[in-house]
């Protein structure tokens, strides 16, 4: 199983509204990340989680807030967000961050409007 | 620091000619080169690396790229296009010095017209 999945595909929320975006991985790979695409650019790294540990944040604003339960699962927690945070929001995962795994799995993404 | 350029926005190639996706790249250390392609409404699906050893990697659907080490190259060919090919593609370098960040390309869009 090579799939990562992500929940919900399409969230459309205020500024004022707290969600969730959920991400899932069983292939076993202990580094896990978030990424904000823009339209027609690339992905933005914002988080990375290395053994369940946060190991980088790409100085993202506070509203953005990612979680890592277990090595399974991350969330990014979502509140008081800006029409500008509009975009596809992709997690991928890899083996761990060592030399030799460094290619990442990306689920499908949440598609994320705020109005 | 690392850098990659894709110096294409858009290739266009006809059905069955052979394609060329360009990227070159900047590291401090040894490079690590990826390439992943995105379809439409969909996340990023991993083609092919380069880690080390044979500077002719084969990946996923046919595609293979060359690294050359002199140009600080990493080109994404196909010797026969084909329509579901069409997509955006990225470049992407790591290298050894201990980061963790994977950086990405500007992308470059595929169309291969019937």
């Known amino acids: 199983d090579t799939e990562v999945t992500q929940t919900p595909k399409h969230l459309v929320m205020g500024m004022t509204n707290k969600k969730s975006l959920k991400c899932e991985q069983h292939?076993?790979?202990?580094?896990m990340y978030w990424y904000k695409q823009k339209a027609k650019k690339p992905p933005e790294l914002m988080f990375v989680y290395s053994y369940e540990k946060l190991s980088i944040n790409e100085s993202v604003p506070s509203r953005f807030s990612p979680e890592c339960p277990n090595s399974s699962l991350l969330n990014l927690h979502l509140h008081a967000l800006q029409p500008e945070d509009s975009a596809l929001y992709l997690c991928?995962?890899?083996?761990?961050?060592?030399?030799?795994?460094?290619?990442?799995?990306f689920g499908p993404g949440t598609r994320l409007t705020v109005t | 620091a690392q850098s990659v350029a894709q110096p294409e926005d858009q290739v266009n190639v006809a059905e069955g000619n052979p394609l060329t996706v360009k990227c070159t790249y900047s590291?401090?250390?040894?490079?690590?080169l990826f390439w992943y392609v995105q379809y439409p409404n969909r996340g990023l699906q991993f083609l092919l690396k380069?880690?080390?050893?044979?500077?002719l990697v084969k990946g996923s659907y046919g595609f293979e790229a060359e690294f050359n080490k002199s140009q600080t190259s990493f080109h994404l060919k196909k010797p026969s296009a084909l329509v579901s090919d069409s997509a955006l593609y990225f470049c992407a370098v790591r290298d050894d010095t201990g980061g963790f960040k994977t950086i990405f390309g500007a992308g470059t869009r595929l169309f291969v017209k019937a």
């Open positions: 292939m076993g790979h202990r580094a």
């Open positions: 991928a995962s890899s083996q761990d961050l060592d030399r030799d795994f460094r290619e990442q799995y």
């Open positions: 380069y880690i080390t050893g044979d500077n």
């Open positions: 590291v401090s250390g040894n490079p690590y």
